[in-house]
């Protein structure tokens, strides 16, 4: 027991931090303004089911699929750090509701059914949620999944789905915060996030840039 529950708070105090779900829920909310609660949940759904998909994948054939590809670590954080700086830029200068509407927000163009369910996997999943940072963890962890036992392995597959059940409820309510501070307030916060976006995916292309920078050969 002593192991399941020292490898569970390792593994989720390592997915946590890099996949940050209070923060990319903020980033949900800037990217699907205005939906109704229905269509917050079906999406939220589907998020989860995707992030479940991305996070085993890489878990158990992670190293696998990068290798077969020829695909490295800082070429999957260039592609990803181009992705995220796209999202927060068409986030930041999406149309602003009307003042009028403060009290009940429309989007002025509402986004269907089919596009949040196809924006489902990306932007929100893939890189928002499981970016290349929780990628290169749980590829990490997954090379050695099956040395340190049963009970070893048993507590991942835990922290693995606390993780999941941490981004349901984070994206699950993130309208929460809309509601509180009303439509102006959670406009500028969702610009706010947008900006911070666009920072984040500006960092991880440069690192992944740098990565390749020092993975050349020296002349």
């Not at 927060?88 to 003042?99: K, M, Q």
């Not at 924006?119 to 997954?142: E, K, R």
Request: some cysteine; overall charge negative; hydrophobic content about 55%.
């Amino acid at each position: 027991m002593e192991t399941i529950i020292n490898t569970f708070l390792l593994a989720y105090s390592a997915f946590i931090p890099v996949l940050n779900p209070f923060g990319g829920s903020m980033f949900l909310l800037a990217l699907t303004p205005g939906i109704d609660d229905a269509s917050r949940a079906a999406m939220v759904r589907r998020i989860v089911f995707y992030s479940a998909l991305i996070l085993f994948a890489s878990l158990f054939a992670g190293h696998f699929i990068l290798s077969f590809f020829g695909i490295s670590m800082g070429v999957l954080r260039i592609c990803g750090g181009i992705v995220l700086f796209y999202a927060g830029w068409t986030a930041l200068n999406a149309p602003s509701d009307s003042a009028e509407d403060e009290e009940n927000p429309v989007p002025k163009k509402p986004l269907t059914h089919e596009r949040l369910m196809s924006m489902a996997f990306y932007p929100i999943t893939l890189p928002l949620t499981m970016g290349p940072g929780v990628i290169s963890v749980a590829t990490a962890m997954g090379a050695g999944i099956f040395e340190g036992g049963f009970e070893a392995f048993v507590g991942l597959m835990i922290a693995c789905f606390a993780t999941l059940a941490t981004v349901f409820v984070c994206y699950r309510y993130c309208d929460r915060v809309s509601r509180a501070v009303g439509a102006a307030g959670a406009d500028a916060i969702s610009r706010i996030f947008a900006f911070i976006l666009i920072c984040i995916g500006t960092g991880v292309f440069w690192q992944g840039l740098a990565e390749q920078i020092a993975s050349m050969p020296s002349v």
